[in-house]
């Protein structure tokens, strides 16, 4: 080989080397961002000889530095190239990145050469093994302090690109063309590519493609989440004359939206989603809990995810290509109106839709549409992206929710006493309409404000401010009013209510009840009598026993076996409707929800329970299972005058079944 160390040296004795450029590109926006130097011998006899057959004699012969020298001081000598702003990639073997040298010679060169050396990237091969990786990694790190980048080319040939990957600081990832030229074609370079786009990116490596030679690798890597690609699509490499005229071609324009058609799952190169960002968006595409697709103007799904092919009830395969009116036809009169909106350019987002029933299901499914215009660069709509969202649950929650209000607002209904709500602004949103019988005044006319017009003149400034000073203070409201009667006589009312609060301790609504003041008193009196022969009873029974007084809504009394259960759940003078209704299951004595209130069912609604079990965790921790009855008591006149709460432990609860 002492000849081609001779002819080597003699070549670059007489500057037969000479550096072509060819660009590196960012496949999002065809815009040129750099340009990598790769090298040529203009051999006086042989013509132009290509790197792959000089580069080894110039390594073995150890004249690496002196070439590398060589082609930089060339390349800086050409002006549009330093005044380009560009970037650009130099090719050093890896014995160059051995030697302690290199680092200075590099930024001898670029100083010389005005050149900031932040503009430059190194790349080297990882085909080559580096033997002593802590002198590579010193002047890795010197090059780095100078500014320059890093790049491992070819990466995917070697056999230890990821020790290297792992043991240099580098910035770059080069694709080798090997997998690029195949990925169109070949499953398994495909995967490689994606796989080695994802490792750079999630190493925060800008990842780079060899060997770009048609449109349809660039789209594929655009998708892919590749950042920049290089080869003959681009540009072939060029002398540094051809500079200017990759500076000014025209970026390469991408049509926006290019479906490529991969092994049956089409992809896309919308602009919708960050390109970058694609291929990681098609694995969450994929898994969301969304179905998606893409429609082209002709209503046909060009792409869709697998949710929404479940949905659909046919496979991914049989929506590709085809119109929405094939694939759902009993769905499409009422989704086409929508897709047609979108596509003149209206987002149409949350609308509710009742999916025609299957014929053997009885549940009726409710989906949540989404219809977005996808618009390609030149602002034109090339189709619409939807999402759908199956919301049955959430409905039949909703529904079930509804049904359980009717059914609290047909118990309010029936309560003897005029049970209100008033909202955070102090208006009435729900009466029982004993309010209509009590004042002749319809439910419509008595919401809002309505009520107030039933009031004597001399009270609507008190009972107005009573709730005024509630909503500001959170008290309770106890005030005492006039209202006229249908017969246009004059009776006392007292209306008491308390706010309820959110978590942030801000008041959503005020509950209440109102009751005429004589009948109360009357109802007092009856109460007394069976008060009279509770008591005597109360103190003795082993069992709970809880007594409320409907007219006053309140707790009359709390047996000692009662407070043994339920501790200070209940105690006497506690106002029913004023009980916090939610409370967490078994928390250290919680108060009860109101379905487990008995006494509030019972006087709300006349309701009777007979046996309901409850886990009840009492203040000291202990937890017990406890078994709750109640019932409306009413007086001998049929009025509801007070209710019963029995608690038992769940042991002995078949007495209780037998004792109500
Ligand atoms: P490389 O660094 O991987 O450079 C890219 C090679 O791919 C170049 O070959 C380039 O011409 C070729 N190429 C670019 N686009 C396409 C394409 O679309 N399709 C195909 N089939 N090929 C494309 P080139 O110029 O022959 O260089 C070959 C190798 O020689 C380079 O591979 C690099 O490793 C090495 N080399 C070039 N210049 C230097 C240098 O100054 N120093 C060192 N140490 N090595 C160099
Ligand atoms: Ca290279
Ligand atoms: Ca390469």
């Known amino acids: 080989m002492r000849s081609d160390a001779a002819n080597i040296a003699r070549a670059l004795e007489n500057d037969e080397f000479f550096p072509v450029f060819q660009p590196l590109v960012e496949l999002k926006t065809g815009q040129l961002t750099g340009v990598e130097l790769l090298a040529r011998w203009q051999h006086p006899v042989s013509g132009v000889i290509a790197p792959d057959v000089f580069i080894p004699q110039v390594e073995i012969s150890g004249l690496s530095n002196r070439l590398t020298q060589k082609l930089l001081e060339s390349a800086f000598a050409s002006v549009p190239l330093v005044a380009s702003g560009l970037v650009l990639s130099v090719n050093l073997s890896a014995l160059q990145l051995q030697d302690a040298d290199l680092p200075s010679l590099i930024a001898a060169c670029a100083e010389r050469g005005a050149f900031p050396p932040d503009r430059l990237t190194i790349e080297v091969t990882e085909s080559a093994l580096l033997d002593d990786l802590a002198r590579a990694k010193d002047v890795a790190r010197r090059l780095k302090d100078l500014g320059c980048s890093l790049a491992l080319d070819d990466f995917g040939t070697g056999y230890s690109s990821l020790r290297h990957l792992q043991a240099l600081p580098f910035d770059k990832l080069k694709v080798d063309r090997s997998f690029v030229r195949s990925m169109t074609a070949a499953r398994e370079s495909r995967k490689i590519v994606a796989a080695v786009v994802g490792l750079g990116q999630s190493l925060g490596l800008m990842t780079i493609a060899e060997g770009v030679e048609t449109q349809a690798q660039a789209n594929m890597l655009l998708w892919l989440g590749c950042d920049l690609g290089q080869g003959w699509l681009y540009g072939k490499p060029a002398p540094a004359g051809e500079i200017p005229r990759m500076l ?363 046996s309901l079990p409850l886990d009840y965790r009492s203040a000291d921790g202990t937890l017990a299972q406890l078994v709750l009855a109640g019932k409306p008591v009413f007086a001998e006149g049929g009025q509801l005058v007070g209710a019963l709460m029995i608690v038992l432990e769940r042991a002995s609860a078949k007495e209780a079944v037998a004792i109500i």
């Open 248 to 610: 000014s071609g025209v970026p390469q324009t991408f049509a926006s939206f290019l479906p490529a058609h991969i092994e049956g799952s089409s992809v896309m190169t919308a602009d919708l989603p960050p390109a970058q960002r694609l291929a990681q968006l098609q694995a969450i595409y994929d898994g969301a809990p969304v179905g998606l697709c893409f429609l082209d103007r002709n209503l046909r799904y060009l792409s869709l995810n697998r949710r929404l092919a479940v949905m659909n009830g046919s496979p991914v395969t049989a929506h590709l290509g085809k119109t929405v009116g094939e694939v759902i036809p009993r769905m499409f009169p009422m989704v086409e109106p929508l897709i047609r909106r979108a596509l003149a350019g209206e987002p149409i987002s949350g609308v509710e839709m009742q999916k025609p029933m299957p014929d053997d299901s009885g549940q009726a499914e409710t989906v949540l549409l989404s219809y977005q215009p996808a618009r390609d660069e030149a602002g034109e709509i090339v189709g619409v992206s939807m999402a759908v969202m199956d919301v049955s649950e959430r409905k039949r929650a909703e529904q079930a929710l509804r049904e359980s209000e009717s059914h609290y607002r047909h118990m309010m209904q029936l309560n003897p006493h005029v049970p209100w709500v008033l909202d955070a602004q102090g208006a009435v949103i729900e009466a029982s309409s004993r309010w209509e019988s009590v004042t002749g005044q319809t439910m419509d006319r008595a919401l809002g404000d309505g009520w107030v017009q039933m009031l004597h003149p001399d009270d609507v400034e008190s009972t107005l401010e009573a709730i005024r000073h509630s909503l500001r203070t959170g008290h309770a409201i106890d005030v005492n009013y006039r209202v006229r009667t249908p017969e246009g006589q004059w009776k006392w009312m007292r209306s008491r209510g308390s706010p309820r609060f959110d978590g942030a301790g801000k008041i959503v609504s005020i509950y209440g009840v109102v009751e005429e003041v004589h009948e109360q008193r009357q109802i007092g009196n009856e109460l007394k009598t069976c008060q009279a022969e509770l008591e005597a009873v109360l103190e003795l029974v082993p069992m709970g026993l809880i007594v409320a007084n409907a007219a006053e809504a309140t707790i009359h009394a709390v047996n000692p076996a009662a407070k043994r259960l339920l501790g200070d759940a209940f105690f006497p003078g506690q106002y029913l409707l004023e009980h916090n209704w939610e409370g967490p299951s078994d928390a250290p004595g919680r108060p009860l929800t109101r379905h487990e209130n008995l006494l509030a069912r019972a006087i709300l609604g006349g309701e009777a329970v007979e």
